[in-house]
């Protein structure tokens, strides 16, 4: 069996309708995984599904009660996660001078909060199998300040925290728990900043590599952090950003 296998796996994956979360949860679904997709768009979560196996569950995760919703709800199915990746996140871009109270709170719920969450929920199925994999989402703003970040850096920064706390609480168990952290990738939550050709080039241009990143980037990492080949690795955040954090 190949360290990187995860056939047979179970994951469950939050924000799996767009973006990087969609990304990734069809690269598991590739590599022979069944999928959980959570996410508060149920037609953009059965564009992701397609004919892979799997079950979505509609929910926006920042609305209370919601955590213990998803874990009935998966508690009824044929098998629990073994894999979870807290993908669900949200930018408001928005100057420190100007962000509103709900917009900062929805911010750190859906980027902090819910990783952990939902997390808690599952992991002692995971404990109980001796056997689990979660992994969290940081950013380039989990250590540095960009511009209009504030509460998405600050949550982000908090993550990066909670994966270390999130390791030492469970790693003796068989659960690891590790990040990876994305460099600038044409997603929705980022559709901003590529609209600009020239803006976008500027970033590419701080990378060692000379380019921004394509989804495709992410799928090594993600099966190696999903797999047994990551076994002895947890608490650590692997950037995925082409060099630009070692400029």
């Known amino acids: 069996m190949s360290l990187f296998d995860v056939s047979g796996k179970t ?21 022979g995984v069944r999928i959980y997709l959570v996410g508060r768009r149920e037609d953009r979560l059965r564009e992701t599904l397609g004919d892979h196996d799997g079950v979505v569950f ?19 199915q044929s098998s629990q996660p073994d894999i979870i990746v807290n993908a669900a996140g949200v930018n408001p871009r928005r100057h420190a001078d100007e962000i509103s ?45 960009f ?17 270390r706390a999130m390791a030492e ?13 994305p460099g600038f990738f044409p997603t929705e939550l980022t559709a901003p900043l590529f609209a600009d050709e020239a803006a976008a080039q500027r970033l590419a241009d ?17 099966l190696f952090l999903a797999s047994n080949a990551s076994g002895y690795v947890t608490g650590q955040s692997i950037a995925v950003d082409g060099g630009f954090t070692a400029k």
């Not at 952990?116 to 250590?143: D, E, Y």
């Not at 989804?215 to 090594?220: A, F, N, P, Q, T």
């Open 169 to 181: 609480a469970w790693s003796r168990f068989g659960v690891t728990a590790n990040a990876l952290a």
């Open 11 to 31: 994951a469950l994956v939050t924000g799996g309708g767009s973006g990087l979360g969609q990304f990734m949860a069809k690269a598991l679904a590739e590599a």
């Open 147 to 163: 511009e209009n970040g504030i509460s998405y850096g600050a949550a982000k920064g908090g993550v990066l925290q909670l994966t």
């Open 101 to 145: 109270e709900a917009d900062w709170h929805y911010s750190v719920d859906l980027n902090l909060n819910v990783p952990f969450l939902v997390s808690q929920k599952f992991v002692p199925h995971m404990k109980q199998a001796g056997w689990g994999r979660i992994i969290n989402i940081t950013s380039l703003q989990s250590s540095r300040a």
């Open 58 to 76: 509609p929910l926006d995760l920042v609305e209370r009660g919601s955590t213990d919703r998803l874990f009935a709800l998966v508690a009824a």
């Open 206 to 222: 701080c990378t060692a590599m000379g380019r921004n990143g394509a989804l495709e980037d992410m799928r090594g990492p993600l």
